[in-house]
């Protein structure tokens, strides 16, 4: 029962807000001085504190945050009539939050109020005006300031480090961590060894090792980053100082080798998405890779791994790609890493079963980790997908695609564009360079047999040199000839533009209908595609051809598909 006043008017109930982002928190903002200057502010007005809502580490642009959402519980149920907060912005750094919360609140009479109101609706706008701009200005250099200080050859900490490293006191940078550096020196050498990937996960925790992420509990996918990834990879100082500016390259030591850190390398954005199940908002990730110009490079001690032992564990893993199952005698055209459970990240597995009635066979997919993995890997996603419904599903989403020449042409031209990214830099200048490098070495080497039959240097002073010279020799022809692969692979992917576009015409009509499941699977791999699949969401489609389709859609669902289950 609400107070009422000696006149009988009833109090106003309130709840007082305060929030201070993780920046805001570094700069001196305190939670407990805008509650205090907030009860003040009650006891002045003569209002009942219903009860204080706290964000504690949140962003004004953000407007899931729990308190906000306790802000609207009491709201909707009728147990307060205003909101207060220290400043306008403590509620929203948005001016579109701010008002549709003004307008909703404002339906079930409730008004949100900020000791820094000016009571003029233009005042107030350029108030909210201010804020977010000053929102995105504190990104901004935010940004640029990472961005400089990686730049001078200092690392970001991050909240998980890099495994195999440690980092220095004072934080900008890497130093061996021997015993995981040793873990991963073991992965480089069992797969260069033949080991495939799965033994060498089941190797690990069966050691009891524990995982970057601090389980027991590894994952494929992790393995093979750590493979992939140029930390460990050796970097000789002529490769590494063509990658950084020149006042850090200058504090290198040219005889030792070096493993590369990298910034900027993608774009994340981050949405929060209403989930049913657990009845709460999870934060939704989407990485956009950038282009390998913008990345930056931070040279970091050397893992201790041969570039030989790189290369043969890199090609291993090339040579053991996943190939589509065949199980019970049919082609599973979704498996071979097509098909993946959103829980865990895993592939879905073949299954088929007897039906009891008919005595026929019906066929399935079901996450990976439920069966292959043991208990500790238990996965919670335990719905079972129709092998021919879903795989008639997602048919008929790629058939649809393939008929819009506009969009295949879109994706051929994001792919070439992705293919220049995972191309690294360009690979014309990367071949001049390394060309030019080669030639370098030659004269040099002229010029020391020259200074050798001179008697300027002795025998042993020439062995040593030519000795380093053939080492930089090497390493140049290496980089040649990969530098030379890429822009071939390249230049046929831009040449074969049309063709493709070709190809496809002549593929849609009548001939996409009589496709067989093999045909279908080399198309998805082709599109690069991708279905992720989690317990009561729809399933997705993803991959450059699904985002081009999704942009062409202005946001439609057509790359959602509604899920099916046995």
């Known amino acids: 029962m609400s107070k009422k006043r000696s006149n009988g008017e009833r109090f106003k109930r309130a709840i007082l807000y305060a929030r201070v982002s993780t920046e805001e928190q570094m700069k001196g903002y305190s ?7 907030l009860r003040a502010y009650t006891t002045r007005k003569g209002y009942v504190v219903v009860e204080e809502a706290v964000d504690d580490g949140h962003s004004g642009a953000d407007p899931h945050r729990p308190g906000l959402r306790r802000v609207m ?5 009728g147990m307060i009539d205003v909101v207060l907060a220290k400043k306008r912005n403590r509620l929203f750094r948005s001016r579109l939050y701010r008002l549709l919360w003004d307008q909703d609140l404002g339906e079930l009479g409730v008004k949100l109020i900020a000791l820094d109101d000016t009571g003029n609706r233009f005042g107030d706008a350029m108030q909210d005006e201010f804020a977010e701009w000053e929102r995105e200005e504190i990104a901004r250099r935010t940004q640029d300031g990472l961005l400089e200080k990686c730049r001078s050859g200092l690392i970001i900490k991050r909240r998980r480090g890099a495994y195999g490293y440690r980092a220095s006191e004072d934080g900008n940078a890497l130093e061996v961590s021997e015993p995981e550096m040793e873990v991963v020196r073991r992965i480089f050498r069992s797969v260069a060894e033949g080991v495939s990937v799965r033994s060498v996960r089941i190797s690990l925790e069966q050691d009891g090792i524990l995982a970057p992420s601090g389980i027991g509990r590894w994952n494929h996918t992790t393995v093979r980053n750590i493979i992939r990834s140029e930390l460990y990879a050796p970097h000789t100082y002529e490769e590494v100082a063509v990658l950084v500016e020149p006042g850090v390259a200058a504090h290198l030591d040219k005889g030792a080798s070096y493993g590369l850190w990298t910034w900027n390398t993608r774009k994340t954005t981050r949405r929060k998405v209403w989930d049913e199940a657990a009845s709460e908002f999870k934060v939704r990730y989407n990485n956009t890779p950038r282009p390998r110009e913008e990345w930056i490079f931070v040279p970091v001690p050397e893992a201790g791994v041969s570039w030989e032992v790189v290369e043969a564990a890199r090609q291993s893993l090339k040579d053991n790609a996943r190939k589509p199952s065949k199980a019970a005698k049919r082609f599973w055209e979704l498996s071979g890493g097509v098909l993946r459970c959103d829980e ?12 009891k009635k008919s005595g026929g066979r019906f066929h399935y997919y079901s996450c990976r980790s439920r069966y292959n993995t043991g208990p500790s890997r238990d996965c919670s996603n335990r719905k079972f997908l129709r092998a021919e419904q879903i795989e008639e599903q997602v048919w008929g989403f790629v058939r649809g695609l393939l008929r819009d020449p506009e969009r295949i042409r879109a994706g051929i031209d994001r792919l070439i564009e992705e293919e220049r990214t995972d191309a690294g830099r360009d690979p014309r200048r990367d071949a001049e360079f390394w060309s030019r490098k ?14 050798a039959a001179k008697g300027h240097m002795t025998d042993e002073e020439l062995v040593t040199a030519l000795s380093e010279l053939e080492e930089v020799r090497e390493t140049a022809e290496r980089e040649l000839e990969t530098a030379r692969a890429r822009g071939e692979a390249l230049r046929r992917l831009e040449h074969d533009r049309d063709a493709l576009m070709e190809s496809y015409a002549g593929m849609v009509g009548g001939a996409l209908e009589d496709l067989l499941p093999e045909e279908r699977h080399q198309i998805y791999k082709l599109l690069r595609l991708g279905v992720r699949f989690r317990p009561d969401w729809p399933l997705e489609i993803t991959g450059v051809f699904a985002q081009v389709a999704e942009e062409a859609e202005m946001g439609s669902s057509d790359s959602k598909l509604s899920s099916l289950s046995v």
Not at 344 to 349: A, D, I
Request: glycine share 6%.
């Open 344 to 355: 865990c990240g895993h592939t879905l597995r073949p299954n088929s079963a007897h039906k």
């Open 31 to 37: 939670i407990p001085d805008q509650l205090r200057e």
């Open 73 to 77: 519980e009491l709201a909707e149920s």
């Open 438 to 451: 080669t030639t370098e070495v030659e004269v040099e080497r002229r010029g020391y047999h020259r200074l």
